[in-house]
């Protein structure tokens, strides 16, 4: 199946890939998420280790057990997402919207939080 990921401030298309999942499609190119408009993705327990997901919109997505170990989330669009036990190690939440995010036994050890966001 193919999948599109686009740009969530001019619509552009970001890239296009064959995956077997929108979460396969996503992790092959965690590498450079910035931007991704991922609005309301079912992304439960996808491996984005280290992904550059900077200014991505992440509204009402669904991170459930996602590996965001050492992920760049700053600016991010977090609002509403469910982070429920996700692994935020080392994440860099700075200028990240996090308001009604579900942050129920996630691992925010060592993240780098924007405190007036939380």
Same mark, same amino acid.
């Given at each position: 199946? /193919?999948?599109?990921?686009?740009?969530?401030?001019?619509?552009?298309v970001?890239?296009?890939?064959?995956?077997?999942?929108?979460?396969?499609?996503?992790?092959?190119?965690? =590498?450079?998420?910035?931007? &991704?408009?991922?609005?309301?993705?079912?992304? @439960?327990?996808?491996?984005?280790?280290?992904?550059?997901?900077?200014?991505?919109?992440?509204?009402?997505?669904? %991170? *459930?057990?996602?590996?965001? *170990?050492?992920?760049?989330?700053?600016? =991010?669009? %977090? *609002?509403?997402?469910?982070? @429920?036990? &996700?692994d935020? *190690?080392?994440?860099?939440?700075?200028?990240?919207?996090?308001?009604?995010?579900n942050?129920?036994?996630?691992?925010?050890?060592?993240?780098?939080?924007? /405190?007036?966001?939380?």
């Amino acid at each position: 199946m /193919k999948f599109t990921i686009r740009n969530r401030f001019n619509d552009s298309v970001m890239f296009e890939i064959e995956a077997d999942s929108f979460v396969k499609a996503v992790e092959a190119k965690r =590498a450079n998420l910035r931007g &991704a408009d991922l609005y309301g993705a079912d992304l @439960r327990n996808a491996n984005l280790r280290n992904a550059n997901l900077r200014d991505a919109n992440l509204r009402d997505a669904d %991170l *459930y057990g996602a590996d965001l *170990y050492g992920a760049n989330l700053r600016d =991010a669009d %977090l *609002y509403g997402a469910n982070l @429920r036990d &996700a692994d935020l *190690y080392g994440a860099d939440l700075r200028g990240a919207d996090l308001c009604d995010a579900n942050l129920r036994g996630a691992d925010l050890c060592g993240c780098r939080p924007d /405190k007036h966001k939380i």
